[in-house]
């Protein structure tokens, strides 16, 4: 009974037309494991190098993240750089150091074979698939991914695809990989290649959850400022497993709330650089965002 | 204790890539009208020529939309042909010969001139502002607008936005009108220049409120085949000012349904040609959307 967070681990260097951060705690696992423990604890499979700063270990203890399924390997943790453009447009890739990562193969300790939930986040197809293989019983996997991997890997994301139950998917990817226009069609197909359940993000728009032809739309809360928009997938996604593994419940009603807690995650991300929106949250802070939700879109 | 719609009636030809129509009724009056009637009594102020086909006028009167403030003259009705690209993308307008409404000067009969609820639909800002002369008392003053007049006509949409307690206005155009980036900002900006509400139609991404520093959101419905774009904006407005006139209710909380029942409208329009997908519909069409609606966002 426990929640997998497979992903990467990294010390990012963000560039803002505001505002420059370097080595501060990046990749898709510590977004989505922060996220999701809030709602539940998670256990990260990951690599880092010797070079990983306590700090940011301690960060994830105090979150109740656990690291014994992270492989501390000797030389440096994987690096990543990336620019923002004004108003966020567009994200320019400054430097990607693999290091460490580069020889990642990840290992479930057999403690954590039986997972109840299992969150693929943003790496690469294959490892997604190595983990697979790993665990056993019949854990909820939960799979995101990114454009990269439809153009440089894209037999391994099928197969990844076909033996996930939820797929999250941005709104660009779901069209590129299906070759459709319209959300709906490109879900249907989406759900033809083996997930019950179709999310797609749509950034500033919210996000969609298509599922035996019923839909649900979510906004996206309107914010005042965004700091550093790097994180709002994973967080989105980490909330959604991290809550999920703690309801056990799979009916349509309840994965709504999934997304509302995505939602609610990725928002505090966004507003603060690196992880620190989504750090030492409140559950007052989780219910004040709940109820601008429910202001927002129920009527 | 009455709806004003001012607008146009036209005669449309529409080419889609699936068939064509010519001279079917067309022009946000039409549209507007046709969509307030499932809540209200709606006067229509516009212009028509003696060739006005009377099947149309048999059409607005099985809908209780009122004809007495519409004007015959001699000559020829508006007309209006568009051609509409693969999948909607784009629309090029093939023809608009305004004939008689060239010289339309909108009169609001006296009786109609205490009207609790003025729909100004999509038209040239300097007739809004003969209309809004007009008006006594304080009726709610439901503006509608497009790009064009943000380029032709900037004065007098400047002076019409300022005397209106709605706005309703496309994405792009708020953001084309006000030089931000952000919807949020772009309200904010509009509020400043009169309007206590602002609402932005967002097209398949739906549509938002925004009143005093509150935000509501709705989808768009989700729907399999569109046969025919045209008029959706007006049938949301037209939804909107009909149910808003029959509720009399300005709170945030009604003016959520008046979204609700907007976006209905508009669903419903885009669905078949020309007005056929507003037009004879049940109050079960109205409760099966809304239903579809409660599925999609509530949660």
Redo the contacts between chains.
């Keep these: 009974m426990s929640l997998l967070v497979l992903g990467s681990l990294a010390l990012d260097t963000i560039e803002t037309p505001s505002r420059s951060v370097t080595e501060v705690p990046g990749g898709s696992a510590s977004y989505a494991a922060l996220s999701a423990s809030y709602f539940a604890n998670p256990y990260i499979i990951g690599n880092i190098g010797s070079d990983f700063p306590a700090s940011i270990s301690a960060l994830f203890r105090d979150h109740q993240v656990h690291l014994e399924g992270v492989e501390v390997k000797e030389g440096k943790t994987f690096r990543w750089g990336g620019r923002y453009s004004e ?1 966020f447009d567009d994200r320019t890739t400054l430097f990607t150091h693999l290091n460490v990562f580069e020889d990642f193969k990840p290992t479930i300790p057999s403690a954590f074979k039986n997972a109840s939930t299992i969150l693929l986040a943003n790496i690469h197809p294959g490892l997604q698939l190595e983990v697979l293989d790993q665990v056993k019983g019949d854990g909820l996997v939960i799979l995101d991914t990114m454009n990269l991997w439809i153009n440089t890997a894209h037999e391994d994301l099928m197969k990844v695809i076909g033996r996930s139950n939820i797929l999250v998917i941005n709104n660009e990817e779901s069209l590129m990989l299906t070759g459709e ?1 319209q ?2 069609r490109a879900a249907a197909k989406l759900a033809d290649m083996g997930p019950d359940w179709i999310i797609i993000k ?1 950034g500033q ?2 996000a ?1 959850m298509f599922h035996e032809g ?6 996206a809360l ?3 400022e965004v700091s550093d928009p790097t994180g709002a997938g994973d967080s989105f996604v980490g909330a959604l497993a991290g809550y999920l593994e703690q309801s056990r419940d799979r009916s349509f ?1 309840n994965m ?2 999934g ?2 807690f995505g939602t609610i995650l990725a928002s505090y991300c966004v507003e603060d650089f690196s992880v620190d929106g989504i750090t030492y949250l409140e559950e007052a802070d989780l219910d004040d965002r709940y109820d601008e939700l429910v ?5």
């Design positions: 108003n226009r959300y709906i749509k728009h919210g969609m019923q839909v649900f739309t979510i906004p309107a914010l005042d009603d709504k709330l997304l509302v202001t927002m879109s129920q009527f």
